[in-house]
């Protein structure tokens, strides 16, 4: 585990929402940017997060200058219930005041391939680059009880270091397709959040954490910001193995 990491543990999934809620909020007031670029995660552990950042702070006044983007987005239409951005949408961005333009939706309906490249150009055109990559002002990233992350799975893991900015990836139990940020993007934001919580990812942020030699074939131990910070906010279920 690289030294400049920040592992913040609280009880209960909850409140790992209200302290990334409250994480998020600081970094919009604080970032003295006319424009904050965040990536969200998908899957069922940011649900919490978005419900308390609509109920917590739906008339926070920088909304407008928060542009959100997703991690990765699986390839179904925005309606469908597998849909990150339909999650998010209905549970946050459609209760706040935030212009249409700032929410950049990976079209999980369109051809894979063809909408890897959209989004890849979507981003080069709106965001900053360092060494020749975008820079996201903060990602947050799930973890899967695999290992994987975004959805770049242990069977992609080239997708890792591929030098484009998105690709279609293929979930290996459905083999549905996703389209997901790559490593070098992830690893060239400002700050990365691990959000993780539950007994069933224990054993992989163990294995991360303490660098064991079975981490080496998860996608998220790779996770290492080349000039950013990385938090990992866990409850604690699964931080009880560290
Ligand atoms: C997705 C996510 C994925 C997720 C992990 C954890 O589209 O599913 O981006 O990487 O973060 O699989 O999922 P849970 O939060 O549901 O455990």
Redesign the pocket.
């Known amino acids: 585990m690289e030294n400049d990491v920040e592992v913040k543990i609280t009880e209960s999934p909850k409140n790992v929402a209200k302290r990334v809620g409250k994480a998020i909020i600081e970094l919009v007031k604080n970032s003295g940017q006319q424009r904050v670029d965040i990536a969200l995660?998908?899957?069922?552990?940011?649900?919490k997060l978005f419900k308390h950042l609509a109920k917590k702070y739906q008339d926070f006044p920088d909304w407008h200058k928060v542009h959100f983007w997703?991690?990765?987005?699986?390839c179904v239409p925005p309606g469908s219930k597998e849909s990150?951005f339909r999650m998010a949408h209905k549970a946050f961005l459609s209760q706040i005041a935030i212009p249409a333009e700032n929410i950049h939706r990976i079209k999980g309906e369109a051809n894979p391939e063809q909408e890897a490249a959209r989004y890849s150009d979507e981003i080069s055109k709106n965001l900053n680059d360092l060494d020749g990559w975008p820079v996201f002002d903060l990602i947050i990233?799930?973890?899967?009880?695999d290992g994987?992350?975004?959805?770049?799975f242990p069977s992609n893991m080239q997708l890792f270091d591929s030098e484009q900015i998105c690709e279609v990836a293929i979930h290996p139990d459905t083999g549905q397709k996703?389209v997901?940020l790559t490593g070098r993007v992830i690893n060239n934001a400002n700050k990365i959040f691990f959000?993780?919580?539950?007994m069933?990812?224990a054993s992989r942020v163990s294995e991360i954490m303490n660098n064991e030699d079975v981490a080496m074939q998860y996608p998220a131990y790779y996770v290492i910001p080349g000039h950013g910070k990385l938090y990992w906010y866990l409850d604690q279920e699964a931080a009880e193995m560290i």
């Not at 997703?70 to 699986?74: A, F, Q, T, V």
């Not at 994987?148 to 770049?152: K, L, P």
């Not at 959000?195 to 539950?198: A, D, F, K, R």
């Open positions: 995660s998908g899957g069922s552990t940011p649900k997703w991690g990765d987005e699986r990150n990233l799930g973890l899967g009880d994987h992350t975004a959805s770049i996703r997901t959000m993780v919580t539950g069933e990812k």
